[in-house]
């Protein structure tokens, strides 16, 4: 089965630009999306299709995806940025829906 | 608005059984995949099944095969996730989410509130 890797914890600096990865085989050729979700609460769809937004969603996320790695890269972290996030493909060759183990992200 | 409105926190024995659901509004409810999701205290995200209300076509991950039953009933715009005899290791928070794209190709736009099912003696 697929299998998606993420780094379990990433911090940053308020102001300052945080990196979440999620590595997987030849993931550059699937589509990825990114979900976050904050304690106690139902995740919420940040980045699709690599690199769309949804409508809300503030331009300082933003999603990229190439080779095995996918990045969510988030701008100008604030506070209210902290949260565990996830990617999320779908494995077509077995036809199942696949997340990463999730990232911790600490604003410091 | 598009909102999935799922059934309250359940606290049920081992071996019994137990259906939750996710009702769906504001939209064309038969239009649109439904996913189930679980997530384990402390734990990430994992990936059960979906079903598309429509023509209750149904995936499941190999994980959930067997152990739980994915349902819908278009008519009052629900889905159902449901097992006929729970064990301690099902107590977690479920979550649904409505799919866009489809099989192979979507993602969850929106989602449930989740809902706490706890297994205990």
């Known amino acids: 089965s697929y299998v998606l890797t993420q780094p379990p914890s990433v911090s940053v600096a308020p102001g300052k630009t945080a990196t979440i990865t999620c590595g997987g085989n030849?993931?550059?050729?699937?589509?990825v999306n990114w979900y976050q979700q904050k304690p106690g609460q139902a995740p919420v769809l940040v980045i699709y299709y690599d690199t769309d937004r949804p409508s809300g969603i503030p331009e300082r996320f933003s999603g990229s995806n190439s080779g095995n790695t996918a990045t969510l890269t988030i701008s100008r972290v604030e506070g209210g940025d902290e949260a565990d996030y996830y990617c999320q493909v779908w494995d077509r060759s077995s036809g199942h829906l696949v997340f990463g183990g999730g990232t911790k992200l600490t604003v410091l | 608005e598009v909102q999935l409105t799922q059934s309250g926190a359940e606290v049920k024995k081992p071996g019994e059984s137990l259906k939750i659901s996710c009702k769906g509004t504001?939209?064309?409810?038969?239009?649109?995949?439904i996913a189930w999701i679980r997530q384990m205290p402390g734990k990430g995200l994992e990936w059960m099944g979906i079903i598309h209300p429509g023509d209750s076509d149904t995936r499941y991950s190999p994980s959930f095969q067997g152990q739980v039953t994915i349902s819908a009933d278009k008519s009052i715009s629900t889905a159902y996730l449901q097992w006929s005899s729970l064990k301690a290791s099902d107590s977690a928070m479920y979550y649904c989410a409505r799919h866009i794209g489809g099989v192979g190709i979507g993602y969850g736009e929106y989602w449930g509130q989740g809902a706490q099912v706890t297994v205990s003696s």
């Open positions: 030849n993931i550059g050729s699937k589509s």
């Open positions: 504001g939209y064309s409810f038969s239009s649109y995949w």
